[in-house]
């Protein structure tokens, strides 16, 4: 039976994320924990509660059957006494669930389900690297301390996974895990209502009363400081001097959005800039963008240009973390440095003025992204290293490609 253990029983994995906010992680855990559950696992997905500005996938979450259970101190900011009272409580439902496999997501739920787990006795503990803080969030010395922390963490892990090649071998050189513990685990998206995203061609344009004609670019991410949305408005600034005639999109909200919306404001882009907040229905968005756009300091593997990319967009993006396992320069999209407007602007000048080059780069984005990042694909990989790291009285005998693990 699939996802069985010893003697016919389901294995069980226990899922901790730090909070269940708009964003990859939270679809990467959802999606594994309804998908698993298909497979024969008994799954229980472990939330904190996000922040105000945040927005939420609990909607999702119910769509796909997933009741998580919310544990308020596994939420982002860092409280000592809170924190305590969180581990306390973690241990006590690991004991209680007596999971084989206790999986983490995020940083803050990585770090207390990983020494809940420990202390519970959990055979396999593993955690997944989205992204990291380990650079471009903290002072020098916070992220000295972090990263010691991410080292002891990693030495109680039975494996830590990332979810590109760059951020294994960014994990590998900070010293975080050893090369036989540390491994990539792409994401894998429901993507294909963004395969078929040009029938609702238009939705988007007669809302804003965009012209058809008119390029449209645009940006989805929360609006907080790693995504750089400032570089982004200096870059449409200078691409509205020559191009007045493009808009723009900035789809998604967080703590920044006042305060870029002044921006906006500063450089003359209100008649040109729309900002969208959070929108459930993504396929419309991009089915009406000539171009999408990601302005990141630090990233893992970017949901939203695997997205735009099974969407047959071109991409411009910044030349960080995980982006350029994704997005191969000059071929599937550009890439630039990070910080850097001019050359943000330049970029999304050149694919604006080549219609022919953006239909190819989107074909070849299409071909890249899909089925490597479907969630089927990651179900498979992730049915096949959980029967790997299981000790033998739990190993799953069989897959249903008949394959033996032992």
Request: proline share 6%; hydrophobic share 40%.
């Amino acid at each position: 039976m699939i996802g069985s253990s010893g003697m016919g029983n389901p294995t069980r994995v226990c899922r901790i994320i730090g909070r269940l906010n708009i964003g990859g992680p939270a679809i990467h855990a959802i999606l594994l924990t309804q998908g698993l559950r298909a497979r024969g696992y008994e799954t229980v997905l472990v939330a904190g509660r996000e922040g105000p500005r945040e927005g939420n996938l609990h909607d999702l979450a119910a769509e796909k059957g997933v009741e998580p259970l919310i544990l308020p101190g596994l939420g982002r900011e860092l409280r000592p006494h809170r924190d305590c009272a969180a581990l306390v409580k973690l241990v006590r439902l690991l004991r209680q669930l007596r999971p084989h496999i206790v999986h983490t997501h995020t940083a803050k739920a990585g770090a207390l389900g990983r020494i809940a787990a420990k202390l519970a006795g959990t055979p396999v503990i593993v955690h997944t690297f989205h992204g990291h803080v380990l650079h471009g969030y903290f002072s020098r010395g916070t992220t000295r301390l972090f990263l010691n922390v991410e080292r002891c963490l990693a030495a109680i892990s039975t494996k830590v996974l990332t979810v590109s090649d760059g951020q294994c071998r960014d994990l590998l050189r900070l010293r975080i895990g050893r090369p036989e513990t540390v491994g990539v685990m792409p994401l894998g998206l429901e993507l294909d209502g963004f395969l078929r995203s040009d029938l609702r061609r238009g939705e988007i344009r007669r809302r804003l009363g965009v012209a058809p004609e008119a390029p449209l670019v645009g940006i989805i991410a929360r609006l907080v400081p790693i995504k750089d949305h400032t570089t982004f408005l200096e870059a449409a600034s200078d691409l509205h001097t020559s191009r007045p005639d493009v808009r723009f999109l900035i789809v998604g909200d967080g703590e920044l959005r006042p305060r870029l919306e002044q921006q906006a404001h500063a450089l003359g882009l209100d008649e040109c800039t729309h900002f969208l907040g959070w929108q459930r229905e993504l396929e419309p968005i991009y089915a009406d963008l000539d171009l999408a756009v990601l302005s990141s300091l630090n990233e893992g593997t970017p949901l939203s240009l695997i997205e735009a990319m099974a969407a047959g967009l071109p991409v411009v993006a910044t030349h960080v973390g995980g982006i350029p396992d994704l997005v191969t320069d000059g071929k599937t999209g550009l890439l630039v440095p990070p910080k850097d407007p001019i050359a943000m602007s330049r970029a999304m000048d050149t694919l604006l003025g080549d219609a022919d080059r953006r239909r190819q780069m989107g074909q070849l984005g299409r071909e890249a992204v899909y089925p490597f990042y479907s969630d089927a694909a990651l179900m498979d990989r992730m049915h096949r290293l959980y029967t790997s790291l299981l000790p033998s009285s739990f190993a799953v005998r069989r897959s249903t490609h008949g394959e033996v693990y032992r």
